[in-house]
């Protein structure tokens, strides 16, 4: 296995361990946070906590291990796709003063445009890595230039996020109702 991936898996591994642990660390904090993302009924937010941080685990000594890569890297891109949903869900609801709850290596920040750009930049390095670690006839010089593509199209969509959320805000303030 190439040294760049290795050294990708564990990064990827450190960051989804230091998160649960701060999770665990701190339980009911996390509970709150996902509680104020208002995605999911009461009753069952405790629920996703305590599977959150599980799979943090998981995912992170999985990725640790650089064995069944190809399966924990699909596992960490799937949850960071869930956290990435839930940020644009309340960004376009208007609620910007929520804490992102990413903890860890990562930090807590509130959430924002530029914390989807980080979640989907890391999806695409989680993804590109895959496609390393499965066909490995692939060059690394076209995983870079895949990736860079990629992120120059990341760029063109939250532009566009952007324009969207500014005919809204036109909208309502002409007096239309946008909901």
Same mark, same amino acid.
């Given at each position: 296995? %190439?040294?760049?991936?290795?050294?990708?898996?564990?990064?990827?591994?450190?960051? *989804?361990?230091?998160?649960?642990?701060? &999770?665990?660390? %701190?339980?009911?904090?996390?509970? &709150?946070?996902?509680?104020?993302?208002?995605?999911?009924?009461?009753?069952?937010?405790?629920?996703?906590? &305590?599977?959150?941080?599980?799979?943090?685990?998981?995912?992170?000594?999985?990725?640790?291990?650089?064995? *069944?890569?190809?399966?924990?890297?699909?596992?960490?891109?799937?949850?960071?796709?869930?956290?990435?949903?839930?940020?644009?869900?309340?960004? *376009?609801?208007?609620?910007?003063?929520?804490?992102?709850?990413?903890?860890?290596?990562?930090?807590?920040? &509130? /959430?924002?445009?530029?914390? /989807?750009?980080?979640?989907?930049?890391?999806?695409?390095?989680?993804?590109?890595?895959?496609?390393?670690?499965?066909?490995?006839?692939?060059?690394?010089?076209?995983?870079?230039?895949?990736?860079?593509?990629?992120?120059?199209?990341?760029?063109?969509?939250?532009?566009?996020?952007?324009? /969207?959320?500014?005919?809204?805000?036109?909208?309502?303030?002409?007096?239309?109702?946008?909901?």
């Amino acid at each position: 296995m %190439n040294t760049i991936i290795i050294v990708t898996l564990v990064f990827f591994g450190f960051m *989804f361990i230091s998160s649960s642990l701060s &999770k665990m660390m %701190n339980f009911s904090h996390h509970v &709150k946070t996902i509680h104020a993302y208002q995605v999911l009924p009461d009753n069952l937010v405790g629920k996703f906590a &305590k599977i959150d941080v599980a799979l943090e685990i998981i995912i992170g000594v999985g990725l640790l291990t650089l064995h *069944f890569s190809s399966l924990f890297l699909i596992m960490s891109a799937c949850l960071l796709t869930v956290y990435t949903i839930a940020i644009g869900i309340n960004l *376009f609801r208007g609620r910007i003063d929520i804490d992102c709850g990413c903890g860890g290596i990562v930090g807590e920040n &509130k /959430i924002s445009y530029k914390l /989807i750009a980080r979640n989907i930049i890391l999806v695409i390095l989680m993804a590109l890595s895959l496609i390393y670690v499965q066909n490995s006839s692939v060059s690394f010089s076209e995983v870079y230039v895949i990736s860079l593509l990629m992120v120059i199209q990341i760029f063109y969509v939250m532009k566009s996020i952007s324009k /969207i959320k500014s005919f809204k805000q036109h909208y309502e303030s002409l007096g239309g109702n946008y909901e």
